[in-house]
């Protein structure tokens, strides 16, 4: 999992200094409207609810933009309709991309998809060419400040967790989404803080890429997480410590 983690951790330091709060609020919005509008707007027997609004309410997002989210999904108030569905294309030096999208024009996505693929070194594949190499997972991210490694590996393997990674400055814990709930709540009931909890595709065959590519690699991702309509981002792109670094000079 090591090229999702690394990909995710620059992500979320990228995410830190990014000031683009209303592109972030835009993007959960739909989010929690898509959920809403498929499982109800109740949050306790709605899971997927659930899981939007604690990352809303991570990035400061205000309980009235919530609530106006939740009551466009349940068609309490009007808006648009939007679809869900998966591009999945490769990049720069072959690496895996797959996307998640949520659109009230797809054929407008679609073409700005494409473009964005072809101006930076990528190509927009057919259906299934990457998807076989991820796989759907959950995910929280656990406050490491203060903690003792072996403590929450241990309480992260007796809730039922997959696999569990140190970044930063939080540990990254990988479930089956089944049992990410109540992986969740016995490491809260363990004292531990669950900063964040989210369904990703985790790679299962990743791509080794060199301080040649590197730079493209990156740059197409962030144009792509940059675009309105496309919600998650996923690659094997594997970034090893010396290319990292070598792009942070």
């Not at 068609?75 to 072959?94: I, K, M, R, S, W």
């Not at 927009?124 to 759907?136: D, I, R, S």
């Not at 197409?220 to 010396?242: S, Y």
């Amino acid at each position: 999992m090591a090229g999702h983690s690394k990909w995710s951790n620059i992500r979320r330091k990228k995410e830190k200094v990014d000031a683009k709060r209303s592109k972030v609020f835009t993007k959960l919005a739909r989010m929690i409207t898509v959920a809403a509008r498929e499982g109800g707007g109740d949050p306790e027997s709605n899971f997927r609810l659930r899981l939007a609004i604690d990352t809303a309410r991570a990035e400061n997002m205000p309980n009235e933009n919530i609530e106006r989210a939740i009551k466009r999904g349940t068609g309490e108030l009007e808006g648009a309709a939007y679809e869900e569905f998966v591009y999945e294309g490769y990049g720069p030096g072959g690496v895996a991309v797959l996307l998640e999208v949520m659109t009230d024009n797809r054929n407008r996505t679609a073409s700005d998809v494409r473009h964005l693929f072809s101006r930076y070194g990528g190509k927009l594949g057919e259906n299934g060419c990457v998807a076989w190499m991820f796989e759907t997972k959950g995910q929280l991210h656990v406050a490491n400040e203060g903690l003792d490694e072996d403590e929450i590996m241990l309480a992260a393997i007796e809730s039922g967790a997959d696999d569990i990674q140190r970044l930063d400055d939080v540990f990254e814990v990988f479930t089956a989404v089944s049992e990410m709930k109540t992986v969740q709540e016995q490491l809260e009931e363990h004292g531990f803080q669950v900063q964040e909890a989210a369904i990703v595709r985790v790679p299962t065959n990743k791509v080794a890429v060199d301080t040649d590519v590197a730079d493209d690699v990156l740059t197409l991702l962030e144009a792509l997480e940059d675009h309105d309509d496309i919600q998650q981002v996923f690659t094997n792109a594997d970034l090893d410590e010396e290319v990292i670094a070598a792009l942070q000079t």
